[in-house]
């Protein structure tokens, strides 16, 4: 008689610094991060994710890429690990704009800031394309139904 061994799913490993008001769930966080890298087969790539504001992410923007403005997400690859950072009061002004929750235009976000780390660009055309269809597809998932990052 055999025995079936059980397979794990990697354990998540999610850092999170919320500064942002209003806060985040950090349960619906931990499933937005999840569905991203599931959907780029990275489920065991740790992250780390700062919510903040737009006056803390226009400070890193100009320390990181030399822009003094502030941006809705920021994310990059270091050591193996997704540092994103994301805008919380650029989340609301364009969820107001928009008509839908902020919750879902800061999953839209973390999901846009994960999928650059993952490999996907959307600069080309055709890789846009590519990137949008990837943030349509995570965000159906998790039953959020928001426009693209630069619609």
Do not use: W
């Not at 991203?36 to 737009?54: E, Q, Y």
């Not at 800031?113 to 949008?132: C, E, K, S």
């Amino acid at each position: 008689m055999s025995r079936k061994s059980a397979v794990r799913a990697p354990r998540l490993q999610l850092d999170i610094v919320d500064r942002a008001r209003p806060r985040t769930s950090v349960a619906f966080v931990r499933r937005v991060v999840k569905a991203a890298l599931a959907f780029g087969k990275r489920s065991d790539m740790p992250v780390a994710l700062l919510l903040t504001n737009d006056a803390e992410i226009a400070r890193l923007h100009a320390r990181h890429l030399g822009d003094a403005t502030p941006t809705d997400v920021m994310s990059f690859a270091v050591d193996g690990q997704a540092e994103i950072v994301v805008s919380v009061t650029t989340a609301r002004r364009v969820a107001k704009q928009h008509g839908h929750a902020l919750r879902a235009e800061v999953a839209l976000y973390i999901v846009h800031g994960l999928l650059h780390v993952i490999g996907f660009d959307d600069v080309a055309p055709r890789a846009r394309t590519r990137m949008r269809n990837a943030e349509r597809v995570v965000m159906r998932e998790l039953g959020l139904d928001v426009a693209p990052v630069d619609a």
